[in-house]
């Protein structure tokens, strides 16, 4: 919870908003998207009903690399690539096979790689780029808002920038105002909606 | 002769030796289960024998416990099957009952979530009440709980136990007429229960399903039943063979005053009738035998002594 520097959820009924900060805080946790909201305010009114979630990104920009997951042990003719963390394990056997040909990769176990007689330095190993989480992040972000939202909202607007992002949901139409609301909420945590 | 639920678990070796005694004391087995090296077996047996089967089991490594719930058909209402509602709460509290030897089904509404959109169609109805008892699973907020409830229980005729995330007294309050039990603060979340407290609840709503089975039970007690249940499951598995060949769990289900026998109706129902008792008394003279909502199957439902003047 520490890494979110607002988190808070509004509700008229004081026990339902405890419920669904840790709801929204299970669901954040479970798809791992902690270390990339800065900001996150829920208002739900079960009276009109009206769920509403606006928040803001953190700007991230970690491209995963070789370096980050992984040991590289130049030896003589071959080089030894240590993998500590499986996650990027398939990416990056395709891009060294793309550049190395399958003939000069070989994987003998879980945790190891190795590359005969390649044309690189370990340097440009390690700064092989595998992954870059943030391609799916939009994609985890709407799934998860809509895991927090009760399910019976059906009807949603949903805007999501690159930095910002609000989410409205109600089983009736949408209020025509409903844009007040989500800028009243984006002035409760300081900031203006997208 | 009191019948009382009780689980007994206990080595494979020699448990036919305890099988045998329940029967020879006039119990019956409901549910019988072997896993790995483990038996356990769910059964009705007299009160008063209890001590004798703990007594004769002792060298077999065998204990006998209370388990209220053996011998019911436990329907687990949850509002919806989304990820919003499935694993927890719902299949938690539904695995929880069936450890304490209930038969639990989950019956997920078509429309139950949201607050106005909320709806239950009659064959959901129909299915909930032919169970023993109905669980509700509602949500975190009293608003939406107090709307939809008439909604949700319109033509229910089981008892309800309602749990939802108010507190208990709150959720007494908003229900009108008043359901038979209730438990508080089992909203939606959205993690596994585990903890010592999220455990402590999962043990109240058994504690409150039991108080109102409990209640049933004595309701029933009152114009006893023509013929008890599980006596009619073992008669049935002798008499109709093909139930034998049934894939699934629990090929007979005993309820409190029925049974589910998961054979098709339209072929089956006439055998059914036809299982005799004793004394020429067949099944169709003590029961109703319909057909069932869930699939094609066979519901028999035992008719009291003050409706068919038999007892057997």
Redesign the interface.
Known sequence: MQAIEHFEVECPEALGAEYYTQIANDVLLDHNLMKVIDKLHIYIDPKVPVFVAVGTLKKISTRVRIGDFANVNPMETKITLVISEETYMAPMLKILWERFGKEKVEQPDRFTVILYNVPATPQEIEEIVVADPSESLHKDLIYALRCIAPEGFRLRSEVFTGTKFKFVASENTLAEDIGTLVADKFKLMGEVPP | MTLVPVTYKGGIFQHDIVVDLIEDLGGYIVQKHIIAQEVVLQCFVPREDIELIRQISRPLFGEVTDSPLVGTEIAIVS??L????LPHPSCDIAEYVRRLGAKSNMVSLARG??????GLNDEERDVINEHDIAVYLM??????IEYKMPTLRRGIEVPIVLCG???KEVLERIISPPVDGYVGNV?????RTKEADELAKLDEIIAEITRVLEKKREEIAKDPLSVYPARLMGLIREQIPEILHVTSPTPLTVQMAGLRVKLPYDTFAEKVKKVTIEDGIMLGEVAEVLPSRMRDYIIVRVLPFSETNIAV
Request: hydrophobic content about 25%.
């Open positions: 509002m919806s989304e990820i919003h509602h979530p949201g607050k106005r959109i909320a949500g975190n907020f009293e608003t939406c995330g108010p507190d909203g939606r979340f959205m993690r």
